[in-house]
């Protein structure tokens, strides 16, 4: 086993310069051949931390994932964004380890069961159809913005309880915090997270909580605000940190994987032929597009012990940062990896791999993509690039902040 960080050359995974395009697949690829577990010395974003640890491929995230003993969400947070507050991450569930964890997630488990989200899906289908009515009679649109972002921040608001009239207003104040280094997703900078944007929110919460505790309604803000753990109620803080992770988690997962699953699909017409031929491989291209086009990029743990990946030995205290566009790409498991093939039906790491912090959406974001692939195939089945996409510069969420494209042939 090796016993000491390489000291050089060092790769730093996680600089921005590397993320402007998209994540980095050749440098993944190049770790997943030489390097799978690979010590980045320092961050530009994190000049607190000494570095940090990328596990690259399927075995060693599954390794990770599985153990919440040896590598805590809790302790260092869950996220490598420095602008996310740890008091902010340990308030969401996703940032907490066991016990406390599990008697939060069971709260929510009801409610997102494949069988209560299926309920959902003539809602969804109604959504998507309202929204592509809109777009009747245009010869361009954005994917991203005129498609994407108001089904999937009206139906994480259905949800939710939100007033339809504030969606939009919801949806950017979640992608500032989750796009927090990305100018285009947060203009006004990484600090405005905690000195603007969590007090707006918590504020606006408020006025939720009040009127939910006044009259109970049948939304999961009224669970939050209701919800009894073993006797005793949540804090207005935590219940602002629920909404707030299935908020952000509802905005910015479905939309990411549906924009870049379009523009694969315009770049690969043989693919799309296969979808429109037969809409039934829809659910196949859906699961290969979560294994190409993750939504998120990361999401990392803190070792609590001394302990070792892959014959690297990790300290306690060391951060480890899960890759899931390299776990995606993992020679190991798929052949031919780089090959788009919406026949493929792969299985894949795109939700987390296992263990206590597997998705909670999975079925919702796996019934939105559907549908919304669905009817929009179905609508315009000709799209064609009419301008330059443009990926978030964010090495957290992995997604397209614009993709135009042009209706017909
Ligand atoms: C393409 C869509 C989505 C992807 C790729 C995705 C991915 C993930 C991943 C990788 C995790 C694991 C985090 C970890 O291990 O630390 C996770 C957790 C979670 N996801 Fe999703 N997600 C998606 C959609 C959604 C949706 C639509 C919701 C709900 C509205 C949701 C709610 C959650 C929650 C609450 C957790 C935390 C679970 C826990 O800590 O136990 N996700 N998601």
Known sequence: MSTTKPASPTVRVADPEHWRAGPPLELFRELRDGDPVHWSDGMSSFPDEPGFWSITTQEHIRQVSKDWQTFSSERGGMVGMPWAAIEVQNGMFIGMDPPKHDRLKA?????????????HEPA???ITRGVLDRLEGRETFDVVTDVAQPVVSRVIGSFMGIDPADDAMWAQLMAEIVGGDDAEMNPDGPDSVVERVIPEIVSRCQVLIDARRATPTDDLMSVLVHADIDGERLSDWEIVMGFILL???????????FCSGIKALMEHP?????????PSLIPSAVEECLRMFPAFAHFRRTATKDTEIGGRAIAEGDK????????GRDEAVYEDPDRFDVERNPEHQAFGAGGRHYCLGTALARLELRVMFEETLARFPHLRPAGDARYATAIFVNQLTTLPVAVGD
């Open 270 to 278: 043989d693919q799309r032929r296969k979808l429109l031929d037969d």
């Open 124 to 126: 969804i289908r109604e």
């Open 107 to 119: 709260l929510f488990q009801r409610g997102f069961t494949p069988r209560r989200t299926a309920e």
């Open 247 to 257: 908020v952000t988690a509802g905005n910015d997962s479905t939309k990411a994987t």
């Open 320 to 327: 480890i940062m899960m890759w899931y566009p390299s776990s």
